[in-house]
């Protein structure tokens, strides 16, 4: 084995805006056209290499990266001069970025036959190529920026996201919905919280800090609701940042497994309106402050710990993982749904065919799309039921990655925190930073969230179930293991 | 009706050797590492009052609350005595305050089984409830026109120490290298809210806080030595960021199966600590004065000088556990193990009488014996159970404005507590739990799985009763909301 080469870093930041409006933003069932741009959308590159293997991180503000988006991306990348398949993408979840997914995306369960009425609205395609060209070009540009430098990582902690499920006294989960009227039966918060924040900063040969990696396991969906094209909390916290590290800085940021989780109480809701008034703060303004608060207090005492030369080794893999097991009674119960989304849909489209000028009214399309999606997202269960008969297995690509005394794995899914902590209580790293939504979702619930079924954890959302969930976290862990007990030098 | 506040400090650090509560050995104490508080606010507004006083102990027997107000009485006819509720923060490096009593059970039910010489628990509780009515005589003298505000906000504090491995059985900690193969999940949820109030003379100068939050005192649990614990270093970092009068009054919030310490990612934290030169009592004051300090600045703006003050007081019949004949037999197993442990123990003892010079020498012993009396108070309870299936429980609800505060005796589990927070009408609820002798009322799904603490041997209160608890604050807290 030959001695690992000093480490060498580049980092690149791209805009990928979309610049055809009205894109249609993706994250909610309805659909939404943008209704102007808030704050831009960042791609952020952070090339590593050492002589002996290599990591490109690449951060998008996106909701997911559909495999569509990654292979364009790499295939742009083909002949750069590196390994493209060592790029690790991953989405920030903003629900407040343009769709992304065409009709080919198998991860985007709820739209495949796109929005059930007509909508003049920028091509996703379109946007699709220009998002991996500029992807590209970023990777690029991070890999051709390389220089020798240092690296030291630290842990702090906010809390930021929270667990979004809860169990009644039925036993029966929900996905938000807490709220005076169904206080009464209000048994338990379903899983657990995560407030760790990893965190790795970069520094060139100087000893001069270049750029931060934050890692948090909290979804960038403070705005889901909105209609104008924003990257969340994450362009305030890029802010802020800067605004106390200097303008310069580079920061990619991470979601840990969160597939259970908000960034918003589902209790409490009130207290925590009521601070931000009085702090005169909004949503993302606050997570901006709690993360640079994190920083600063991490920062200045990791900066004595810079390493050059350290162990990097990456993996890449794609496992075949086994789909959710679906049955004719999921597909029943799913077909019956789909059914009376079907019913509204096409009430709703009467409606807007006996009243045209109702097509004038803002959002007028939101009721339609919404009903029409749904319909979909229930009647998806069926396609993939037959479908699992020739491909009873999802393709799922995975990257393990050692640096040093600390690990990065991705997975493509939101990916429920049980199996998040699971890798991190196994782990042989000092800190796992886990990056979900390396791919197109969506989420694979952990065995006691089926149990209490819900959205995010019944057959309709889940392109695999548990079994996979766990598949995923040993790989994670055995491949790991291997890494640490492997010395290159 | 203007508020009136006053606020006063006790010490109340053994001057003798004690008996330090809260383990499983006996520990007899070897030193003061730092002091003892009993800090203790009242609040007045028209005829209704509150006088809320916190103790650095381990929880509050039911014979120091009624020496405190029994000595009250004697030094105030003014103060309504049983609107004094008293709370622990939980220290375990502080005096045994239960008297041993075999109707009462637990580890200190029977004593130690070895003579010590320490001060008695009796003395110290006169020594203590002395210490403590005086300086509730003092509040309550010194209290004046004043204003109240509250805020909240968030820091990881108390951690979840259950989980829950693949076949569905549960620990409290016990997570290592070895069994982390079998890890599947934290068992519970947690609980980072901190609630606090913010208290001002008349002319709007900070004069104190309640801090409020899911986290016991109990970073350094295994000390042979008297001590506050972390509110020992919290109280300096807060006093030395605002205020060195400041008077600092802690409450815990529904933790029974939270502690300060991580079961998982212990390395990290760690090395966080020692980058940072912080022990992990410097490191949980940091974070507690930094929650403070996101929230205080905010408060001024929203001082109320006449908030709504209503005290309820209500003792409530909660169900006790239904222990079993399989119970009692496994429970006397385990008695029968112990005894002979402990017999083999004072045997030693006996026949080398040197060892007593040991430092230490009694740990052995006490251990066996303790851990004899808790398995012996299962046998006890299931007599007791034949005759009377309940036990009493006293809460205090109390609203300020659109807060509210409620108690419970216990260790009251986390979900308990989400429970009563998500149907409370109020806009922020302070749950005190502690305030009375404990122990664990355990979660449902925690005692699907078992384990310490959520287990019948460790429970007076099952589900059951904390459910019942949980349904009587709420309608406590409803009744004040609607008045």
Same mark, same amino acid.
């Given at each position: 084995?030959?001695?690992?080469?000093?480490?060498?870093?580049?980092?690149?930041?791209?805009?990928? #805006?979309? /610049?055809?409006?009205?894109?249609?933003?993706?994250?909610?069932?309805?659909?939404?056209?943008?209704?102007?741009?808030?704050?831009?959308?960042?791609?952020?590159?952070?090339?590593?290499?050492?002589?002996?293997?290599?990591?490109?991180?690449?951060?998008?503000?996106?909701?997911?990266?559909?495999?569509?988006?990654?292979?364009?991306?790499?295939?742009?990348?083909?002949?750069?001069?590196?390994?493209?398949?060592?790029?690790?993408?991953?989405?920030?979840?903003?629900?407040?970025?343009?769709?992304?997914?065409?009709? #080919?995306?198998?991860?985007?369960?709820?739209?495949?036959?796109?929005?059930?009425?007509?909508?003049?609205?920028?091509?996703?395609?379109?946007?699709?190529?220009?998002?991996a060209q500029t992807i590209a070009d970023t990777i690029a540009q991070a890999w051709a920026a390389r220089q020798p430098g240092s690296?030291?990582?630290?842990?702090?902690?906010?809390?930021?996201?929270?667990?979004?499920?809860?169990?009644?006294?039925?036993?029966?989960?929900?996905?938000?919905?807490?709220?005076?009227?169904?206080?009464?039966?209000?048994?338990?918060?379903?899983?657990?919280?995560?407030?760790?924040?990893?965190?790795?900063?970069?520094?060139?040969?100087?000893?001069?800090?270049?750029?931060?990696?934050?890692?948090?396991?909290?979804?960038?969906?403070?705005?889901?609701?909105?209609? /104008?094209?924003?990257?969340?909390?994450?362009?305030?916290?890029?802010?802020?940042?800067?605004?106390?590290?200097?303008?310069?800085?580079?920061?990619?940021?991470?979601?840990?497994?969160?597939?259970?989780?908000?960034?918003?109480?589902?209790?409490?809701?009130?207290?925590?309106?009521?601070?931000?008034?009085?702090?005169?703060?909004?949503?993302?303004?606050?997570?901006?402050?709690?993360?640079?608060?994190?920083?600063?207090?991490?920062?200045?005492?990791?900066?004595?710990?810079?390493?050059?030369?350290?162990?990097?080794?990456?993996?890449?893999?794609?496992?075949?993982?086994?789909?959710?097991?679906?049955?004719?009674?999921?597909?029943?119960?799913?077909?019956?749904?789909?059914?009376?989304?079907?019913?509204?849909?096409?009430?709703?489209?009467?409606?807007?065919?006996?009243?045209?000028?109702?097509?004038?009214?803002?959002?007028?399309?939101?009721?339609?799309?919404?009903?029409?999606?749904?319909?979909?997202?229930?009647?998806?269960?069926?396609?993939?039921?037959?479908?699992?008969?020739?491909?009873? #297995? /999802?393709?799922?690509?995975?990257?393990?990655?050692?640096?040093?005394?600390?690990?990065?794995?991705?997975?493509?899914?939101?990916?429920?925190?049980?199996?998040?902590?699971?890798?991190?209580?196994?782990?042989?790293?000092?800190? #796992?930073?886990? /990056?979900?939504?390396?791919?197109?979702?969506?989420?694979?619930?952990?065995?006691?969230?089926?149990?209490?079924?819900?959205?995010?954890?019944?057959?309709?959302?889940?392109?695999?179930?548990?079994?996979?969930?766990?598949?995923?976290?040993?790989?994670?862990?055995?491949?790991?293991?291997?890494?640490?007990?492997?010395?290159?030098? | 009706?203007?508020?009136?506040?006053?606020?006063?400090?006790?010490?109340?650090?053994?001057?003798?050797?004690?008996?330090?509560?809260?383990?499983?050995?006996?520990?007899?104490?070897?030193?003061?590492?730092?002091?003892?508080?009993?800090?203790?606010?009242?609040?007045?507004?028209?005829?209704?009052?509150?006088?809320?006083?916190?103790?650095?102990?381990?929880?509050?027997?039911?014979?120091?609350?009624?020496?405190?107000?029994?000595?009250?009485?004697?030094?105030?006819?003014?103060?309504?005595?049983?609107?004094?509720?008293?709370?622990?923060?939980?220290?375990?490096?502080?005096?045994?305050?239960?008297?041993?009593?075999?109707?009462?059970?637990?580890?200190?039910?029977?004593?130690?089984?070895?003579?010590?010489?320490?001060?008695?628990?009796?003395?110290?509780?006169?020594?203590?409830?002395?210490?403590?009515?005086?300086?509730?005589?003092?509040?309550?003298?010194?209290?004046?026109?004043?204003?109240?505000?509250?805020?909240?906000g968030y820091a990881v504090l108390g951690r979840n120490r259950r989980w829950v491995d693949q076949d569905g059985v549960a620990r409290?900690?016990?997570?290592?290298?070895?069994?982390?193969?079998?890890?599947?999940?934290?068992?519970?949820?947690?609980?980072?809210?901190?609630?606090?109030?913010?208290?001002?003379?008349?002319?709007?100068?900070?004069?104190?806080?309640?801090?409020?939050?899911?986290?016991?005192?109990?970073?350094?649990?295994?000390?042979?030595?008297?001590?506050?614990?972390?509110?020992?270093?919290?109280?300096?970092?807060?006093?030395?960021?605002?205020?060195?009068?400041?008077?600092?009054?802690?409450?815990?919030?529904?933790?029974?199966?939270?502690?300060?310490?991580?079961?998982?990612?212990?390395?990290?934290?760690?090395?966080?600590?020692?980058?940072?030169g912080r022990t992990g009592r410097q490191e949980m004051a940091t974070r507690i004065a930094n929650a403070v300090e996101d929230i205080?600045?905010?408060?001024?703006?929203?001082?109320?000088?006449?908030?709504?003050?209503?005290?309820?007081?209500?003792?409530?019949?909660?169900?006790?556990?239904?222990?079993?004949?399989?119970?009692?037999?496994?429970?006397?197993?385990?008695?029968?193990?112990?005894?002979?442990?402990?017999?083999?123990?004072?045997?030693?003892?006996?026949?080398?009488?040197?060892?007593?010079?040991?430092?230490?020498?009694?740990?052995?012993?006490?251990?066996?014996?303790?851990?004899?009396?808790?398995?012996?108070?299962?046998?006890?309870?299931?007599?007791?159970?034949?005759?009377?299936?309940?036990?009493?429980?006293?809460?205090?609800?109390?609203?300020?404005?659109?807060?509210?505060?409620?108690?419970?005796?216990?260790?009251?589990?986390?979900?308990?507590?989400?429970?009563?927070?998500?149907?409370?009408?109020?806009?922020?609820?302070?749950?005190?739990?502690?305030?009375?002798?404990?122990?664990?009322?355990?979660?449902?799904?925690?005692?699907?799985?078992?384990?310490?603490?959520?287990?019948?041997?460790?429970?007076?209160?099952?589900?059951?009763?904390?459910?019942?608890?949980?349904?009587?604050?709420?309608?406590?807290?409803?009744?004040?909301?609607?008045?």
């Amino acid at each position: 084995m030959s001695t690992p080469t000093p480490l060498l870093i580049g980092w690149s930041e791209g805009d990928i #805006t979309p /610049v055809v409006l009205p894109a249609f933003i993706a994250g909610q069932f309805h659909m939404r056209l943008s209704e102007g741009v808030d704050d831009p959308l960042k791609v952020t590159a952070l090339a590593m290499e050492n002589g002996e293997d290599q990591v490109i991180f690449a951060a998008c503000d996106l909701v997911v990266i559909p495999d569509e988006l990654r292979d364009a991306v790499r295939a742009l990348l083909a002949t750069a001069g590196f390994d493209a398949n060592k790029i690790v993408f991953n989405a920030t979840h903003t629900h407040t970025g343009p769709e992304i997914r065409v009709r #080919t995306t198998k991860s985007d369960l709820s739209q495949p036959d796109g929005s059930g009425i007509h909508l003049e609205g920028a091509s996703i395609q379109d946007y699709l190529d220009y998002a991996a060209q500029t992807i590209a070009d970023t990777i690029a540009q991070a890999w051709a920026a390389r220089q020798p430098g240092s690296v030291a990582y630290g842990q702090g902690d906010a809390v930021l996201a929270r667990n979004r499920r809860w169990f009644n006294t039925e036993n029966k989960a929900t996905m938000y919905g807490l709220h005076a009227g169904t206080a009464d039966v209000f048994s338990h918060v379903e899983g657990y919280e995560d407030h760790s924040v990893n965190l790795l900063a970069t520094y060139d040969q100087a000893g001069a800090l270049t750029g931060l990696l934050v890692n948090v396991p909290c979804p960038s969906q403070v705005r889901e609701m909105e209609y /104008v094209i924003s990257a969340d909390y994450w362009h305030d916290t890029r802010q802020m940042l800067r605004a106390r590290w200097g303008e310069n800085l580079f920061i990619l940021p991470q979601c840990s497994a969160a597939g259970d989780q908000a960034p918003r109480p589902i209790f409490e809701r009130e207290a925590n309106q009521r601070m931000q008034r009085l702090r005169g703060e909004n949503g993302c303004q606050e997570i901006a402050r709690l993360i640079a608060d994190v920083v600063e207090r991490v920062l200045p005492v990791i900066e004595s710990e810079k390493q050059s030369v350290l162990e990097l080794q990456h993996q890449v893999t794609t496992l075949e993982l086994p789909a959710i097991p679906l049955n004719e009674q999921h597909v029943a119960q799913a077909l019956e749904e789909a059914q009376n989304w079907r019913k509204l849909y096409e009430e709703e489209v009467h409606r807007l065919e006996a009243s045209p000028e109702l097509k004038k009214e803002p959002r007028w399309y939101v009721p339609v799309t919404k009903a029409f999606r749904r319909m979909n997202w229930y009647a998806n269960v069926e396609t993939r039921f037959h479908e699992q008969v020739n491909s009873p #297995t /999802v393709a799922t690509e995975i990257h393990v990655v050692r640096l040093g005394d600390i690990a990065f794995a991705s997975v493509p899914f939101e990916y429920y925190l049980d199996f998040g902590i699971r890798i991190k209580v196994k782990s042989p790293a000092l800190q #796992t930073f886990l /990056v979900q939504l390396s791919g197109g979702g969506t989420y694979v619930p952990s065995e006691r969230s089926v149990a209490g079924g819900g959205y995010g954890s019944i057959p309709a959302s889940n392109p695999i179930g548990p079994d996979g969930g766990n598949e995923m976290a040993h790989y994670i862990v055995d491949t790991l293991r291997e890494q640490f007990e492997r010395q290159t030098s | 009706m203007s508020l009136q506040i006053g606020w006063a400090q006790a010490d109340i650090t053994p001057e003798k050797p004690v008996l330090i509560a809260g383990n499983f050995p006996a520990r007899l104490s070897e030193g003061v590492r730092d002091p003892l508080y009993a800090v203790v606010l009242v609040l007045q507004s028209g005829d209704e009052q509150v006088v809320m006083v916190c103790c650095d102990v381990v929880s509050i027997s039911d014979d120091l609350r009624d020496a405190v107000r029994s000595k009250v009485r004697n030094l105030n006819a003014e103060i309504q005595v049983e609107k004094i509720v008293i709370n622990a923060t939980h220290s375990h490096t502080a005096p045994e305050i239960r008297v041993s009593n075999p109707q009462v059970g637990g580890m200190a039910g029977w004593g130690n089984g070895v003579e010590l010489g320490e001060m008695s628990v009796e003395e110290y509780l006169d020594f203590a409830s002395t210490r403590i009515a005086e300086a509730v005589n003092q509040a309550w003298e010194s209290r004046a026109n004043g204003g109240v505000a509250y805020g909240l906000g968030y820091a990881v504090l108390g951690r979840n120490r259950r989980w829950v491995d693949q076949d569905g059985v549960a620990r409290m900690y016990g997570l290592n290298a070895e069994t982390a193969e079998r890890f599947a999940h934290v068992e519970g949820f947690e609980d980072h809210s901190v609630n606090l109030l913010a208290t001002y003379d008349a002319e709007d100068n900070l004069t104190g806080i309640i801090f409020n939050a899911p986290m016991t005192a109990q970073e350094d649990g295994g000390l042979f030595v008297i001590s506050a614990d972390l509110w020992c270093e919290a109280r300096q970092e807060l006093r030395r960021r605002f205020g060195e009068n400041l008077f600092v009054m802690t409450q815990v919030s529904a933790a029974g199966e939270l502690t300060p310490k991580l079961i998982y990612e212990g390395p990290a934290n760690n090395r966080m600590q020692e980058l940072k030169g912080r022990t992990g009592r410097q490191e949980m004051a940091t974070r507690i004065a930094n929650a403070v300090e996101d929230i205080l600045p905010y408060l001024p703006q929203a001082i109320e000088k006449d908030p709504l003050l209503k005290h309820v007081t209500a003792t409530v019949e909660l169900p006790v556990n239904a222990l079993t004949q399989q119970d009692v037999e496994a429970a006397q197993l385990e008695v029968d193990k112990l005894q002979a442990l402990y017999d083999e123990e004072m045997r030693k003892l006996e026949e080398d009488p040197a060892l007593k010079e040991n430092p230490r020498w009694y740990v052995p012993a006490t251990a066996a014996f303790r851990r004899r009396n808790w398995q012996l108070g299962v046998v006890t309870r299931y007599e007791q159970y034949q005759q009377t299936k309940t036990q009493s429980a006293d809460l205090h609800v109390i609203r300020l404005g659109d807060i509210v505060f409620a108690t419970n005796p216990f260790e009251y589990y986390l979900d308990f507590g989400i429970q009563v927070k998500v149907r409370s009408p109020f806009i922020q609820t302070f749950l005190v739990e502690l305030a009375g002798p404990g122990t664990y009322v355990p979660s449902l799904r925690s005692t699907q799985g078992g384990g310490y603490g959520s287990v019948p041997a460790s429970n007076r209160i099952g589900p059951e009763g904390g459910q019942v608890l949980a349904d009587e604050t709420v309608r406590l807290i409803r009744t004040l909301w609607a008045d």
